[in-house]
């Protein structure tokens, strides 16, 4: 039985080098590490946008060069760190992912990422950038797919979207899907991460439980924001609200 | 002596109009006056040249085969003229080159294969060689459009492209917008003759003494044949731009575009 979502063996790019590493299946794996150092790039590594040179990535036990680039990714969904709409209403953004989708299946989409349904005839571009994120993350749901893919999704978000956000991946994951989430941001890590992996310098310095990796958050340098001279804030309120979204 | 035999008096006469321009520049201290003589004298010198070897290519006796080696210089001069005009386009002359030739074909093939003109060297070279000149704005319009396109929308299309969607669907609504906005201007250029201006052709044949009915009728099969020239040289630009962006594999491929960090 395979219980890693993904394994790297020696994984090379123009910007990250021997990657060794496995990501656990139905876990939310957050990887760590200073401005540039290459967190991003793991990630499109895993859903094809970009290919290793050399080394191997495999998804479930088979090399990603080995499954349809199109199948791999409507099974492995990636949120992008600003939110990407596309021009249209928000239904239409919604059947970019699935051409097929109901009217209720719309309806479920908004609902599991806590949007208002009346907003699915609204044109997509006058959303917040909280709503806009969360159309996003709903249209990739679209595809249904088992893993999730986010880099820094929430970096630029009002903090009840946020947290909307976080509740949705750890219901996600719970309900046996699997999430990897890039953050830079300290509160967020210790609320969300299952594992943790460390990226400095294009490479893996270090992974493991997050349980045992409790000193990351001793490392003031980790946590600073893309200017590196600040500590990255983005923290929502402690408590979460009444009602949280459907799932 | 026709209304289009103006000799070398008249062309003289012609020249004073360029010297309004200089004057103009001068006046309004635009400093174009060595670029308005320099050009004044290349479009002389070249004309003179042409006609020349128009003379001698257009001759009735003319083989056909010459009016093909004519058509493709013209489509080689095209091609390096596309290229320098869009040098951040990969693969911009032979892209070119497909399309000239491809809207060389269509278009010709149309008028000669229906009958529209006589098939000889008379015809063809003046008509392959509106179908090329015409088509290079609009050629490198889309190009750099798309280029814009794909340079100003990377994120977009890579969430296209992380949806499941292939290469030509997430590319699609890019290289439509392209394909648009290079082909308005014909179209409003084409609604708007006879109207507002009185096309080169027509006027060129009304000064040579045709009877303004018939130079009318050329004109417009000359209008409808750029029109279609130019739809086929932008979507074949499109086409195989857009293939050139992505892998096989379907990914986008990197543009002049910094990265995002990571």
């Known amino acids: ?247 | 002596m026709s209304e289009a035999d103006i000799g070398l008096l008249g062309m003289a006469g012609a020249t004073l109009l360029v010297a309004v321009a200089i004057g103009v520049s001068v006046w309004q201290q635009l400093g174009l006056e060595r670029s308005l003589i320099w050009a004044a004298a290349r479009a002389g010198v070249q004309l003179v040249a042409v006609g020349f070897a128009l003379r001698l290519a257009l001759d009735e006796r003319t083989p056909l085969f010459v009016a093909g080696i004519w058509l493709i210089a013209m489509i080689g001069f095209a091609m390096w003229t596309a290229g320098n005009r869009a040098p951040e386009v990969p693969g911009m002359p032979m892209l070119a080159g497909m399309a000239f030739t491809a809207a060389a074909v269509i278009s010709l093939g149309v008028l000669f294969g229906l009958g529209v003109y006589d098939l000889n060297a008379r015809t063809v070279i003046p008509l392959g060689g509106m179908v090329i000149g015409n088509s290079i704005s609009a050629t490198v319009l889309v190009a750099r459009r798309i280029i814009d396109e794909f340079q100003t929308r990377r994120d977009e299309v890579e969430a296209r492209l992380a949806l499941g969607l292939s290469a030509n669907d997430a590319a699609r609504p890019y290289l439509r917008s392209a394909i648009r906005t290079a082909l308005i201007p014909q179209i409003e250029t084409t609604k708007a003759v006879g109207i507002v201006f009185l096309p080169g052709a027509m006027v060129g044949l009304i000064l040579a003494g045709t009877d303004p009915q018939d130079a009318v009728l050329v004109q417009a099969a000359v209008m409808y044949m750029i029109l279609g020239s130019v739809a086929t040289t932008t979507t074949v630009i499109a086409l195989g731009l857009g293939r050139r962006l992505f892998t096989d594999d379907d990914r986008l491929i990197r543009l002049a575009q910094p990265d995002q960090p990571g």
């Open chain 1, 1 to 247: 039985m395979v219980n890693s979502a993904f394994e790297l063996a020696e994984a090379t790019t123009p910007i990250l080098h021997d990657l060794n590493l496995e990501i656990p299946a139905g876990q939310i794996t957050v990887v760590i590490g200073p401005s540039g150092s290459g967190k991003s790039s793991l990630l499109r590594l895993l859903n094809r946008l970009d290919i290793a040179s050399s080394g191997t990535v495999s998804f479930q036990g088979v090399d990603v060069t080995g499954i349809e680039p199109r199948t791999l990714r409507r099974d492995v969904g990636m949120v992008f760190q600003r939110p990407t709409v596309f021009d249209g209403t928000c239904a239409e953004n919604l059947r970019v992912g699935d051409p097929d989708l109901t009217d209720a299946g719309l309806v479920t989409l908004f609902e599991r990422v806590g949007l208002d349904p009346e907003l699915i005839q609204r044109d997509a571009r006058t959303l917040s950038g909280g709503e806009a994120q969360r159309l996003c993350l709903a249209r990739t749901l679209a595809t249904t797919p088992s893993v999730l893919l986010l880099d820094e999704p929430t970096s630029a978000l009002d903090s009840d979207s946020v947290h909307v956000i976080e509740h949705f991946v750890r219901s996600f994951v719970d309900d046996g899907g699997t999430a990897v989430w890039v953050s830079h941001d300290r509160a967020q890590v210790k609320r969300m991460a299952d594992h943790l992996v460390q990226v400095v310098d294009g490479t893996i310095a270090d992974s493991g439980a997050h349980d045992a990796m409790g000193h990351v958050h001793d490392d003031d340098n980790l946590w600073l924001d893309s200017t590196g001279t600040a500590p990255f804030t983005n923290t929502p309120p402690s408590d979460p609200p009444a009602e949280g979204p459907a799932t």
